[in-house]
């Protein structure tokens, strides 16, 4: 595969480089609450304003259209910069519920959702997990009844990032009676401020609560807000967690190689000693990573799986950077508090968007060809 960026390419990354170096907050937005909204949202409407929001939505839909490799060369420019995590309250909707509707949405969901999306005008969360239905998703209980044109939906969601902020969801439900597994479900477009709904936010170990539980007591939902097709959402779902894995994977890997530069920046390891040695390991897997990012991306030589193979690479790459920066602070580490979240929330690595275990099996059955799970 040949990497060497094009001269338009140059041009491309000192555009971004320029524009991020005098845009982007200096600043750590807030963990949460009015105030993270609040400055996500503007953050978003700046991008937008200047042409560098959903750049990877076609042009058509209010886009940028840029090719994956681009998008790479964005990401890293932007991890250098230090801007604002992707992984914020815009994430769901720029990232996943904004390009399903554009892959399966019709045009009125299109027309209307798309645009606030891009601008910040609109957040999403995602509520697909359910207690006793995470790895295995297929087992998800919440219900839809039809009832005219209306769905009638009961049950619980459960760890749905952002659900406090958000305005709009991306539901998973079972909406045909007696279905089983796979079959049976649909993607429906919840608004969160519809009568019947809870949100009981759930504190994470870093002491923030972006994450909670979604009750849903006979929650009333035309059923032209199903997207994709009325008992079809399992394959609506796979093109959202298609479009999940792939773009929050990639900023996040890029932004692990800043990470590690900034370590052995602030190390002043004595050359030599054993942490030189640990912080040149990291700096050679950072690299590593960055290559198997880009393979994945530009899909040259690899397999469909391949992400899971980046995925787990990077989580577990990630909690021992986070781990050691902890360490190097020592006792002091415990009054940082962007050392101490940034380590606690790498516990999540291995658990958002798919668990270390379940990757492991999709690389043991779908790359390397082993016995598929209960069938030795
Ligand atoms: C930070 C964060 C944000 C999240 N945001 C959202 C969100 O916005 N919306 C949403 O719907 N969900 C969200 N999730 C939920 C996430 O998708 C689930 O936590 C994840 O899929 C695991 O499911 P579970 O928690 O039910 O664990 P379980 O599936 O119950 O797993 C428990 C343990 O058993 C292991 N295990 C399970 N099955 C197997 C198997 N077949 N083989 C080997 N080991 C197995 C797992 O690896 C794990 O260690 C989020 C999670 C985190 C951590």
């Not at 801007?83 to 019709?106: E, K, N």
Request: glycine share 10%; proline share 5%; aromatic share 8%.
């Amino acid at each position: 595969m040949d990497l060497t960026p094009s001269p338009d390419d140059h041009r491309f990354r000192q555009r971004a480089r320029d524009w991020l170096g005098a845009n982007a907050p200096r600043h750590r937005a807030p963990a949460g609450g009015a105030g993270a909204r609040q400055a996500a949202t503007a953050w978003l409407a700046r991008c937008h304003a200047a042409g560098w929001s959903g750049l990877a939505w076609p042009r058509d839909w209010g886009g940028q259209g840029l090719s994956a490799d681009r998008l790479l060369i964005w990401y890293e420019e932007y991890a250098r910069t230090g801007a604002p995590s992707p992984l914020d309250c815009t994430f769901v909707g720029l990232h996943h519920a904004g390009p399903t509707l554009i892959a399966l949405g019709s045009e009125a969901q299109k027309a209307f959702h798309l645009p606030r999306i891009l601008q910040g005008q609109s957040i999403w969360c995602q509520g697909f997990s359910e207690p006793g239905a995470g790895s295995d998703l297929a087992s998800l209980r919440t219900s839809g009844r039809v009832e005219g044109d209306i769905l009638v939906v009961n049950g619980q969601k459960i760890w749905s990032s952002y659900a406090e902020d958000a305005d709009y969801q991306e539901l998973l439900i079972r909406t045909e009676p007696g279905s089983a597994r796979h079959r049976g479900l649909s993607w429906v477009i919840c608004d969160m401020r519809a009568p019947g709904i809870t949100v009981r936010p759930i504190a994470n170990m870093a002491g923030e609560t972006h994450f909670a539980e979604v009750f849903y007591d006979d929650v009333r939902i035309p059923l032209s807000n199903v997207v994709g097709g009325l008992h079809n959402g399992w394959a609506t779902a796979m093109t959202t967690l298609g479009f999940e894995r792939k773009t929050a994977a990639m900023a996040l890997q890029l932004d692990l190689s800043v990470r590690v530069e900034r370590l052995i920046a602030e190390a002043g390891a004595a050359p030599g000693s054993a942490l030189a040695e640990t912080l040149a390991d990291l700096r050679a897997e950072a690299a590593g990573l960055r290559a198997m990012t880009w393979r994945s991306v530009l899909r040259e030589g690899g397999t469909p799986f391949d992400g899971s193979l980046v995925r787990l690479t990077f989580a577990e790459l990630a909690q021992r950077v986070h781990r050691l920066a902890a360490e190097l602070l020592g006792p002091e580490s415990l009054l940082q508090g962007p050392v101490m979240t940034d380590y606690f929330e790498s516990y999540s690595e291995t658990i958002a968007g798919g668990t270390a275990e379940i990757q492991r099996n999709i690389i043991a059955e779908r790359i390397l060809g082993l016995p598929r799970e209960g069938r030795a």
